[in-house]
Nanobody, 124 residues
């Protein structure tokens, strides 16, 4: 069973940095595109950054120049380095990934998965 587990969230002062990690496990044949989204209460979940398996990246305007998304395909892990954090970055951050699994007999299955979220709070 595929699982995505985020870590690295916490409380940080404005201007500080955090590095989020997203570790995927559970019968993975191929880890495809990965992404980070965030959500605050009462608002829709919004895209922060995405990365393809080959390393092509895309950022929300709010993240450009401050956040960097990366991945290590050998470890089935994605990362979000967040610098120059602002109070408005406070949110629950979710990792998502497209995953292909192999169940044997030539049967492959692809689906999108989400982690449980990690809280990031930027406050003095």
């Amino acid at each position: 069973q595929v699982q995505l587990v985020e870590s690295g969230g916490g409380l940080v002062q404005p201007g500080g940095s955090l590095r989020l990690s997203c570790a995927a496990s559970g019968g993975i044949f191929s880890l495809n595109a990965m992404g980070w989204y965030r959500q605050v209460p009462g608002k829709q979940r919004e895209m922060v950054a995405t990365i393809t398996r080959g390393g092509n990246t895309n950022y929300a305007d709010s993240a450009k120049g401050r956040f960097t998304i990366s991945r290590d395909n050998t470890k089935n892990t994605g990362y979000l380095q967040m610098n120059s954090l602002k109070p408005e970055d406070t949110a629950v951050y979710y990792c998502t990934a497209g995953v292909t699994t192999y169940s044997g007999g030539g049967d492959y299955y692809a689906d999108d998965y989400w982690g449980q979220g990690t809280q990031v709070t930027v406050s003095s």
